[in-house]
Antibody, heavy 117, light 107 residues
Framework: QVQLVESGGGVVQPGRSLRLSCAASGFSFSSYAMHWVRQAPGKGLEWVTVISYDGSTKYYADSVKGRFTISRDNSKNTLYLQMDSLRPEDTAVYYC??????????WGQGTLVTVSS | DIQMTQSPSSLSASVGDRVTITCRASQGISNYLAWFQQKPGKAPKSLIYAASTLQSGVPSKFSGSGSGTDFTLTISSLQPEDFATYYCQQYYNYPRTFGPGTKVDIK
């Protein structure tokens, strides 16, 4: 069955960096665009970034542009999110999600990132 | 950016009720509209894409309709497992944007 398993979350001080990973299985990872979506505590869903199936195209939300970098390794079926210059407002559960034709079909279980001194 | 709104923001309903949630886009998005269900403490689940196509395994009590700027999600007969928050999302362009969510709870 389809699995997306995020890891790498934790508590980090403002201004520091963190890298999230998302291990995929049960579907053709290299054919799917992959997204990161986050959810601050008690808030709604916020789209963060997307990478095309082959890694050639990326888009970012304005709130993270220039600070976050999405990447993928199709040989390892793994998605990454490098988060630099973290701010308290980046505190959220981060979900990886994948889909075709622009949509999202699958979701991971999420990993919590807390930015606090 | 395309703004997504939902109404109502919350509703109380009884088991067996028919429930309709509305989603509106600030500009036309054709049928590039998805619906997601999220239960407390859990990841979202994909329910519908292309405004009206059910994801694999989603029961037929869920249905979606609409095109352009106005969309609806209907649950034909609410069951205990359907109490959750529902989000719409446009995937017409980037940045992707979600509605603020509609919380469905038990009356």
């Amino acid at each position: 069955q389809v699995q997306l398993v995020e890891s790498g979350g934790g508590v980090v001080q403002p201004g520091r960096s963190l890298r999230l990973s998302c291990a995929a299985s049960g579907f053709s990872f290299s054919s799917y665009a992959m997204h990161w979506v986050r959810q601050a505590p008690g808030k709604g869903l916020e789209w963060v970034t997307v990478i095309s199936y082959d890694g050639s195209t990326k888009y970012y939300a304005d709130s993270v542009k220039g600070r976050f970098t999405i990447s993928r390794d199709n040989s390892k079926n793994t998605l990454y999110l490098q988060m630099d210059s973290l701010r308290p407002e980046d505190t959220a559960v981060y979900y990886c999600a994948g889909g075709v034709s622009g949509r999202v079909d699958y979701w991971g279980q999420g990993t919590l990132v807390t930015v606090s001194s | 950016d395309i703004q997504m709104t939902q109404s109502p923001s919350s509703l109380s309903a009884s088991v067996g009720d028919r429930v309709t949630i509305t989603c509106r886009a600030s500009q036309g998005i054709s049928n590039y509209l998805a619906w997601f269900q999220q239960k407390p403490g859990k990841a979202p689940k994909s329910l519908i894409y292309a405004a009206s196509t059910l994801q694999s395994g989603v029961p037929s009590k869920f249905s979606g309709s609409g095109s352009g700027t106005d969309f609806t999600l209907t649950i034909s007969s609410l069951q205990p497992e359907d109490f959750a928050t529902y989000y719409c999302q446009q995937y017409y362009n980037y940045p992707r944007t979600f509605g603020p969510g509609t919380k469905v709870d038990i009356k």
